[in-house]
């Protein structure tokens, strides 16, 4: 009975740790599809352009304004996503050593 008890309080830090680690994951494939679906725009609005002059029209000022603001908006993207990385990392490592000090504790049979 004791070693349930045992089991149970190293299982409920532990859930708690892989559940903030999947609402990280998460956020993190949010990121990375927000990440493409910008790329993706700006391989249109680049493309428009390059259309538009080789057909001799006058660059478009809402356009090129567009181009810059997704250019822009990736980079922020690209700093969330380094920033989301150090953190799982950081978090990976202190899951790591939670279940070691959760190993000591426990009567090895």
Known sequence: MKGIFAAIAVAAPLTAIAILLLMQGRDEVRTQQDLSRTDMAIERAAFDRQFSKAWGEEPDAEAEQRLAQLKERRQDLEEK???????????????RQAIEDSQEGLPHE
Do not use: W
């Open 81 to 95: 996503a380094k920033e989301q990385a150090a953190l799982a990392e950081s978090d990976t490592s202190q899951l």
